[in-house]
């Protein structure tokens, strides 16, 4: 039964990760297969033994972090959201709300990084670059905010507070 389990986890994740796309896909089944770790299991179970009881999905791990974001224990909530990255790499949404579980706390260069690896898991809205942009911004990442309001202003080019928040990055550039 316990390994008929297995089997089903192994193919709902692929299956997941199919529809997701990308490389990713062999990495994950390969993970699920094995190899075993010092008889601890494969490293898809140890990848999501770290997780809270009754997680075992992406959207899970996303259900449990949304009461802890809500109550503002952003400690807490970016910690479930790292082990669950670390679980669900290409999860894009995870990486969104780690991101913002990290702006929370005020750790504006983190979420600026964590938001961007969500950008590279695809497909990115001009509404990320945006937050990435704000983020930067904080960070004090000048450069940064700027490649990123440019890129929404490539995805929205008829948006008109794109150019809004470049400008103010560029006057900010300029008073430096």
């Known amino acids: 039964m316990q390994q008929r389990a297995k089997s089903i986890l192994t193919a709902i994740t692929v299956t997941a990760l199919l529809v997701a796309g990308g490389v990713a896909v062999v990495l994950i089944s390969r993970a699920a297969r094995g190899p075993t770790y010092g008889g601890q299991g494969t490293a898809m ?64 260069s983190e979420a600026r990084a964590e938001l961007e690896e969500a950008i590279t898991i695809g497909p990115a809205s001009a509404s990320m670059h945006i937050q990435a942009g704000t983020l930067a911004n904080k960070a004090g990442e000048l450069d940064k905010a700027v490649a990123h309001y440019q890129e929404a202003q490539r995805l929205e080019p008829n948006e008109p507070r794109h150019p809004l928040y470049l400008g103010m990055i560029q006057l900010k550039q300029g008073q430096e």
């Open 45 to 108: 179970e140890q990848a999501t033994a770290t997780l809270a009881p009754g997680v075992v999905t992406a959207a899970d791990a996303l259900k449990a972090a949304d009461s802890l974001i809500v109550n503002a224990k952003w400690p807490e909530a970016i910690k479930e959201l790292r082990k669950a990255a670390t679980a669900f790499p290409t999860d894009q949404a995870l990486r969104v709300q780690l991101a913002n579980a990290l702006q929370g706390a005020e750790r504006w």
